[in-house]
Nanobody
Framework: QVHLVESGGGSVQAGGSLRLSCTTTGTIYSPTAMGWYRQAPGEQRELVAGFINGANIKYAESVKGRFRIYRDNPRNAGKVYLQMDSLRPEDTALYYC?????????WGQGTQVTVSA
């Protein structure tokens, strides 16, 4: 069974940095899309950053210039990182890793990011 293993997250003060990572397990297939969503209490889940259709990257407007999604090994499409800099209190949310593998949507359990003022 395919799983997404997330790590990173935690609590920081405004202006600080965190890095999230996500790795696919239980499959030999590379994801055709992979990235991060987030959901704050009372809000809808929203895309933060993701690889869309291969190497194309999409960012939410609110994180452009502050967050960066990347792979440290281009040959391993199943592992991605999200570097989050200049964090703001409004970035506080549960962050979910997402991947599309062979037309199936897979979600991680979520990792909490809390930014204090």
């Amino acid at each position: 069974q395919v799983h997404l293993v997330e790590s990173g997250g935690g609590s920081v003060q405004a202006g600080g940095s965190l890095r999230l990572s996500c790795t696919t397990t239980g499959t030999i297939y590379s994801p055709t899309a992979m990235g991060w969503y987030r959901q704050a209490p009372g809000e809808q889940r929203e895309l933060v950053a993701g690889f869309i259709n291969g190497a194309n990257i999409k960012y939410a407007e609110s994180v452009k210039g502050r967050f960066r999604i990347y792979r440290d090994n281009p040959r391993n499409a199943g592992k991605v990182y999200l570097q989050m800099d200049s964090l703001r209190p409004e970035d506080t949310a549960l962050y979910y890793c997402y991947a599309k593998i062979r037309a199936t949507d897979v979600w991680g359990q979520g990792t909490q990011v809390t930014v204090s003022a």
